[in-house]
């Protein structure tokens, strides 16, 4: 979903777009996470008592905010927490979880799917969703839960803006798998002018993260809000 600049270009446009997911339930590693370069942009779960204190004090740092919006699994013994989107929901339903998250996470710039392997595959909940983000332009970030989605493509129809995750930082949690993706980031990035990176706010990825970014920095690697990569 990224177009591939020249090769004499490729130098210029290395951006890294890096967000970190899961923010809001636990106050002291979303603090965590606001400390960090307000490049670095941060999903916040809907339905935490903490999440709209947070966010504004995350927007009031200058990073963007997306809403993380919880969607139903393929695997249904997976719980994806409160305010889910499911299939079984009628098109009010819907409507009415997504239009709270957007009061629950406020001054968000768009969405992305927290697990969602199952919805993000239906073409007719996804068209709910981005008539939604369309109504208030905002952005739709496909974490790519399943190949299968349907997320970018729907987006697209609706001319939703619109971009997909590259790199899982952590599904591993220990620091040498880590350093690994963010060499994979690096390369992806190499090669397409720009990585579209998600993490966790685990004490690992921080750790990593914080010591990864003066270093590719001065490599030549720019951080840049996810505003800045989506079509």
Not at 5 to 20: E, M
Not at 64 to 88: K, Q
């Amino acid at each position: 979903s990224t177009p591939k600049p020249s090769s004499a270009a490729s130098d210029v446009y290395k951006r890294q777009a890096i967000v970190i997911d899961d923010l809001g339930t636990n106050q002291v590693l979303t603090e965590r996470a606001i400390l960090l370069p307000s490049s670095i942009s941060l999903a916040f779960l809907p339905n935490s008592q903490t999440s709209a204190d947070l966010t504004t004090r995350a927007i009031e740092d200058g990073h963007e905010v997306l809403i993380h919006m919880p969607m139903e699994p393929l695997d249904s013994s997976v719980d994806p927490g409160p305010s889910a989107l499911l299939l079984t929901m009628t098109f009010q339903e819907v409507l009415h979880q997504l239009r709270l998250a957007f009061t629950q996470v406020p001054g968000a710039i768009g969405l992305n799917n927290h697990m969602g392997s199952k919805f993000t595959q239906d073409e007719n909940a996804m068209a709910t969703l981005m008539g939604e983000l369309k109504a208030r332009d905002m952005i739709f970030l496909d974490s790519r839960t399943t190949p299968a989605t349907k997320g970018s493509i729907i987006a697209r129809e609706r001319k939703v803006k619109t971009i997909s995750r590259n790199i899982f930082l952590d599904n591993d949690r220990s620091t040498i798998a880590i350093r690994k993706q963010f060499f994979l980031a690096e390369e992806f990035a190499r090669k397409n002018g720009v990585a579209v990176v998600i993490g966790h706010p685990y004490p690992e990825t921080f750790l990593v993260l914080e010591e990864w970014i003066p270093d590719a920095v001065m490599r030549g690697y720019t951080l840049v809000q996810i505003s800045a990569v989506v079509e």
